[in-house]
């Protein structure tokens, strides 16, 4: 296995973590019925629902990162280009 | 232009001659070929798919319905369908879209038929499928052609009131003010239909990529001003600030909080955004990518765009139930006209003639693909297929997908005729249908021991168990409503029914897997 497949692997397991605390964190029970206002104008379970949305798309930029699916090499085809096969 | 209704009937005018000049525009760059026609030749760069995925997925309800459910429900709603879909559209993107891309691009598929009936050496799974997907996307084409024609009527209201044809009604004989005079809905609703039809007649999916990115541009904007607009006015304060903190003041406990609202139903929503995985007009837009890294903007900036245009809409609705809101005239009974109202009331002409552009550009953002994608699966799944494709030339398949759409939005107006107000409850149902197929796609991508039987097992239970509910919401009269009791330890909580959908597809399709022959190696060598 090369160290680019690992390093992929790994960062899979990362966004799959993260994306199930996203999950739990969703589930706000803490807030169902906290009536605080954030910015005195923001609803708590609504601004931490933004926060969740944020985070979301924050976790989904570190998956183009270190979890892409699939190779930069991929070409217009769907294909691998030779000199990543070769690697692999 | 001080004429009742006049202002904002220029104003949709104008902005649907720019959609068709938009739409033929593209059809300058039209190559002749079906590959282009139907997915651009794969030439759509990150930008433009990130717009045309977000503008798809996202319908009028974005706007309209966010905040008519925030006033009825208070701010749950937004956890429950938007921030929710943040997290799982983008899961879906990420996991289903660039496998797809990759495996299409490869072996040539267009439709998601083309992929199964390959990857499971299985003709049938494509007859059995063509109903399905085509069935549940009616329902939803349809709320998106009514809801036109009322938007247009309610936004053009006193623009003709002597005129019988612009007359509305209540059953008793009494006009209704907030809609009389305005443009009938079978006008309004014919007119959006003929504009789709003719940007996506000839500009095909380039045409549908370039105004849907033009429309969600609109609507995105367009819903950040009329926020900005709407708490001015009403807030009463100097300053945005003061006005924003003025206005949560006013809002019920019950509106601010989820006191209201099932935990577990609010949990088992989350099933709901799976449906993604499984649109078939969103497969098609996938294919229009021009690489995998194509794919890596929509996903990143999917959840933030869905907030921009939600967390303004839901405060909004909240507000509505505030006492700030002026007494008369009195709020709307239908949760669905309140930004509408809002906006009629509390805003100027110019403003709630752009807000109808930006409520019917999301509208036709959906639209578009729809049409287009029923087109060319009927083309694709069906015609080609079966006449064989060394009989049936590219430039015949194009003719074939645009008599397909002529069909199918003239199928759909008609039927947008008829007394089919119930087809607005059909909305989380269609969802639901998707969600419950969605095992089928992601184990044809990520499990080799996935057989045809099963696929097919699986399609049958999901179609049996979703029929078999929507009878009983049907038999209770709780089509919008209808939520499953679970007891437990001697309480009763509720669950949405794509639960059971999902779990009776996903177990059938295990079981039935395991004790049924795999394709081919020869077949699974090529997918994995």
């Known amino acids: 296995m090369t160290s680019s497949t690992t390093q992929k692997s790994n960062g899979m397991w990362i966004i799959a973590a993260l994306v199930v605390l996203l999950l739990i964190l969703h589930q706000d ?8 206002l954030v910015f005195g104008f923001m609803p708590i379970g609504l601004f931490w629902h933004a926060c969740i949305s944020i985070g979301a798309s924050l976790t989904w930029a570190l998956a183009t990162v270190i979890a892409w699916p ?11 280009s030779s000199t990543e096969e070769a690697a692999s | 232009m001080n004429h009742p209704g006049l202002p904002q009937l220029i104003i949709i005018l104008i902005y649907l001659g720019l959609l068709l000049l938009l739409g033929l525009s593209s059809s300058r760059l039209f190559k002749g070929t079906k590959e282009d026609y139907q997915v651009a030749s794969h030439s759509i760069g990150p930008f433009l798919l990130l717009m045309s995925l977000f503008g798809t997925t996202m319908t009028a309800f974005a706007l309209v319905g966010s905040s008519g459910e925030a006033f009825k429900e208070g701010i749950g709603v937004y956890g429950m369908l938007a921030s929710s879909s943040g997290i799982i ?4 993107f990420f996991l289903i879209g660039v496998k797809v891309w990759k495996f299409a691009r490869r072996h040539k598929y267009t439709t998601q038929i083309e992929f199964f009936r390959d990857r499971l050496e299985s003709d049938f799974i494509g007859l059995l499928l063509f109903p399905i997907l085509v069935g549940l996307v009616v329902p939803y084409l349809l709320i998106g052609v009514i ?19 612009f007359q509305a009604y209540t059953p008793d004989g009494n006009p209704i003010i907030a809609l009389n005079g305005g443009v009938p809905p079978w006008l309004g609703s ?32 367009l819903g950040v001003v009329t926020f900005y607009v709407i708490a001015t006015r009403l807030g009463g304060q100097d300053g945005l600030m003061a006005n924003l903190n003025a206005l949560a003041e006013s809002v019920p406990e019950e509106k601010i909080t989820r006191m209201e609202m099932s935990k577990t139903k609010f949990f088992t929503y989350l099933l709901i955004p799976l449906s993604v995985g499984m649109f078939p007009h969103l497969f098609q837009h996938w294919m229009t990518a021009k690489s995998a890294n194509t794919f890596k903007v929509p996903v990143i900036c999917h959840p933030i765009f869905i907030m921009i245009v939600w967390v303004p809409c839901v405060l909004v609705g909240i507000w509505a139930t505030g006492d700030l809101i002026p007494a008369k005239p009195p ?41 287009l994608c029923i087109g060319t699966i009927f083309t694709n799944d069906v015609l080609t297929h079966y006449k064989g494709k060394e009989n049936v030339t590219d430039a015949q398949q194009v003719l074939y997908t645009r008599l397909f759409i002529i069909g199918i939005v003239a199928i759909t107006y008609l039927l947008s005729l008829g007394n089919v107000k119930s087809v607005f409850a059909m909305g989380v149902w269609c969802f639901s249908g998707f969600s419950a197929l969605f095992p089928i796609v992601f184990a044809a991508l990520y499990w080799r021991g996935l057989s045809a039987a099963g696929a097919i097992s699986g399609i049958c239970a999901a179609i049996v168990s979703w029929s078999v509910l929507f009878y009983q919401a049907l038999e209770q009269d709780a089509l ?10 001697g309480e009763e909580y509720e669950i949405m029914p794509v639960v059971v959908m999902l779990a009776s597809s996903l177990v059938t399709m295990i079981v039935v897997s395991l004790v049924t022959p795999k394709p081919s190696e020869k077949t699974l060598a090529r997918f994995f």
């Not at chain 2, 045409?207 to 904007?221: C, K, P, R, S, Y």
């Open chain 2, 147 to 165: 809801s036109s024609g009322t938007v247009i009527q309610s936004l053009t209201a006193g623009l003709a009131p002597n005129l019988e044809m």
């Open chain 2, 480 to 489: 919008r409503t209808f939520v499953l009791k679970l007891p437990l330890g």
């Open chain 2, 89 to 92: 559209h983008s899961l879906c």
């Open chain 1, 70 to 80: 699939l190779p930069d090499e991929v070409d217009e085809n769907g294909d691998v």
């Open chain 2, 190 to 221: 014919l007119v959006i239909c003929v504009v789709v039809l003719v940007y996506v007649f000839f500009g095909g999916m380039r045409g549908t990529t370039w105004a849907n990115t033009l429309q969600t541009i609109v609507f995105m904007i």
């Open chain 2, 331 to 371: 709020l709307p009974s239908n949760p669905n006209t309140i930004l509408p109202f809002l906006v009629k009331t509390q805003t100027g002409k110019v403003l709630g003639g752009l807000l109808a552009a930006g409520i019917l550009a999301a509208i036709m953002s959906s639209l578009d693909s729809q049409f």
């Open chain 1, 29 to 36: 029970n803490w807030f169902w019925t906290d009536d605080t």
